[in-house]
């Protein structure tokens, strides 16, 4: 009996003749339906392909008795019951990429748009004139040009800007040397760096803690008089009131936007009156080649999925099956260690991670390629938009990122479900490990030479100090201060009178400058927060 899939959203052309073209599936393409039609017919199809269009609620994945897998021709995946689809074994695939370029070409489209003029020129000769007085623009060449974030598009940003001969800087501490040599930017070795240098600044980051607001009144003031300010990436990168107040100053020459704080852009936003700021519809990934590609990406892996079993596109994969239960915590304990090792890097100026290694006590090395994917993750959170991350892309991720992901030699962790993760950045390395017990919550139980116990949840302060008496009570006293509740403090030190390590994880996210609240203190030498981010 062929296998049926359903096509609807206008899930562009390509990728519906590729599913056709496999003589084992029967292809139905609808428009969208409403919903009550959808709910009457889902229970005939193996899989279903949309776009945003069509919701797939918890109804309508417990009608489908016959669904394996949902395909979405794009990113988000707000419009799929996740949670349900998991329990119910039903793998969602997603197309992540696929929209760099459109968004890297509409980068020089708005910006040479900006630059000549050209929406007053064309809208002027619309209106039956010819008025060349106030068009005189300005190039690009020989401009500096400033990229936040050298991913996928800030590469293909990069590339282009080249070509046009500008002078090509990035700020990213996360990517290494390498990336930057083969794409001959310039590395900027910290935001104000990239700010005093560059022209022309674009942000092309996931809008993450460190991202929020990045962009904002200090940094501004910091650009050339005249800088241009894009952001094609997520709302909030950049801050409105700040970003404003500069164009009303006149610091600013002028900005392009495709993304706001709240889409749809609704009424009389302020940013509506200035002329010199491109405002667009959120149109980054509008083109009709970028919805080819996500169609063709979706649909290869909903092919794969349904002919070869191949759930390594799905989102939802790893979790879905017996195991996850007993896993679970183990892949929660692996991601988290990592994050520890991580911001105990970046605490050191090391973030550039060259290498991730796990080793596993005896009873977890079956599941050792699952843990290592968790660890990856765990690198990544904050570095990478959270919803492009999961168990079953992080090692795809991290290789793309040129981490090299690997098991350790030389025996087994020091339990059977113990789980150690090391990180390399440069010169430095950190070891982190734990225990994932099966009657009780994961554990960590050693960072870098310490042994310590302490559940890896909410957010964790990493502190080193001399050990000596009284250490322990100022540091009580000043999160106490801060109103900061502690839910375990434990310490840790190598030798009487030596260097000691505390790790004391707390209710909630901690208050702003608790580090430097803590490195204030007599004796505390270091201080590192690690915010836990998604579930394994
Ligand atoms: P990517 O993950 O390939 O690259 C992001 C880069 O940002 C990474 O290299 C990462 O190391 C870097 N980074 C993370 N945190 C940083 C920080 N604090 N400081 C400096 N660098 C940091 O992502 P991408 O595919 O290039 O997408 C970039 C952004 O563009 C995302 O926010 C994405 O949502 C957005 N986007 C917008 C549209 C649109 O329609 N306008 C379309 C696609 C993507």
Redesign the pocket.
Known sequence: MALRILVTDEVDRDGVELLRAVPEFAVDEVPTLPAAELLERIDQYDAIVGRSATKVTEALLRRARRLKVVGRAG?GVDNVAMEVATELGIAVINA??G??V??AE?FFGSVLSLLRHLTRADVSMHDGRWERADLLGTELRGKSLGI?????????VSHRALAFGMDVH??????SEE?FAALRVKRAPT?DALLDAAQFLT??????D??TG?IGADALRRLRAGAVVVN???GG?VDDDALRAALDRGHIGGAVL??YLKEPLTGEHPFRSYSNVVL?P?????SAE?QRNVALDACEAVRDALLNGDLSRSLNGALAGEDSATLAPALLLARRAAAVARALLAGRGATAIDSVTIKTGEDLTSSAGALLAAAAAGTLE????AE?LNLINARS?AT??GLVLAHGEGGFAPHSRAIEVRLVAGAHSMRVGGVAALDMPPRLTRIGDFHVDVAPRGSLLVLTNHDVPGVIGRVGTALADAGVNIAEYHQARLAAGGEALAVVTIDGAPPAHVCETLTALRDVRSATVVKFGGDA
Not at 170 to 175: G, K, Q, T
Not at 203 to 208: D, F, I, N, R, Y
Not at 282 to 286: K, N, R
Not at 382 to 385: A, F, R
């Open positions: 990113v992540p990429a929209n760099t459109a968004v509409l936040v974030g050298l991913g996928r598009i800030g590469g293909e990035a700020y990213d501490p996360y990517v990336r935001l942000v092309h980051v996931p809008l993450t460190e991202t990045m094609m990436a997520r990168i495709d993304v667009l959120h149109i980054g990934a509008s970028a904050g570095v990478v938009e492009r991720l793309a990122r």
